[in-house]
């Protein structure tokens, strides 16, 4: 089962940032907080994940609480392309093994022009 | 670089005929995964190899499934005698431990059983 609650859908007006959030209160010390997204007919696409820091890339900034209980995924600038499912999804990081993602039913992020 | 590839992009068959889908990796990740995601749901995880060896098998649905990797490269997911049900896109992924475990998708196998 996910570990993660999201709200079911968001709307954004285009150039406004959208902030998606996620609540992962069952979170434990080891897991990092990963955000994927799917495009309508496409794969996951991987977004941006980040263990207890706050994180930033080309595509958004992740934004963790302080008790890791929490996080915001952050599309500063949205376009009418980010109109996507968001997946968040907690995964432990082992060096030498991997770990299937387990998604839950993420956000519908709809971009209104 | 190339990233991960699947064949072929739709598969329609008819109830009971068996089905091969083909995953290519990005070359050099040792990690690749199956998932399954039928229409207006969610991804469900099917397998996943370390390697050439499939530590969890664990979410195949039933013992219609299967899947080897070969070559720690190419993958193939079986399904035999293929039901109505089985109709969904199947997703391949696949990851390295260098690029923290960060897994890229392939486009998908959309499979229809009629």
């Known amino acids: 089962d996910a570990k993660t609650t999201q709200p079911p859908s968001m709307d954004c007006a285009e150039g406004r940032a959208a902030n998606l959030p996620c609540n992962h209160s069952?979170?434990?010390?080891?897991?990092?907080v990963y955000w994927y997204r799917q495009i309508h007919s496409q794969g996951p696409q991987y977004i941006i994940h980040?263990?207890?820091n706050n994180e930033t890339n080309e595509m958004a900034s992740l934004i963790i609480t302080e008790d890791r209980k929490s996080s915001t995924l952050i599309l500063p600038h949205a376009t009418l392309r980010d109109t996507a499912v968001y997946y968040c999804i907690v995964l432990i990081s082992i060096q030498w093994g991997n770990t299937p993602l387990v998604f839950g039913k993420g956000t519908r992020l709809s971009v209104i022009a | 670089g190339a990233g991960v590839s699947q064949s072929p992009s739709n598969k329609v068959t008819e109830k009971g005929k068996d089905v091969e889908l083909r995953c290519d990796p990005i070359?050099?990740?040792?990690?690749l995964y199956w998932y399954r995601q039928r229409l207006g749901q969610g991804l469900e995880f099917l397998i996943y190899?370390?390697?050439?060896?499939?530590?969890?098998k664990s979410g195949l649905p039933s013992d219609r499934f299967s899947a080897e990797r070969t070559g720690e490269s190419v993958s193939t997911l079986t399904i035999q005698r293929t039901q109505q049900e089985d109709s969904a896109v199947y997703l391949c992924a696949s990851s390295s431990y260098l690029a923290s475990e960060t897994q890229y998708f392939g486009p998908g196998t959309r499979l229809l059983v009629l």
């Open positions: 980040g263990l207890k």
């Open positions: 070359s050099g990740h040792t990690a």
């Open positions: 190899f370390q390697g050439n060896s499939a530590p969890d």
């Open positions: 069952t979170i434990s010390g080891n897991e990092y």
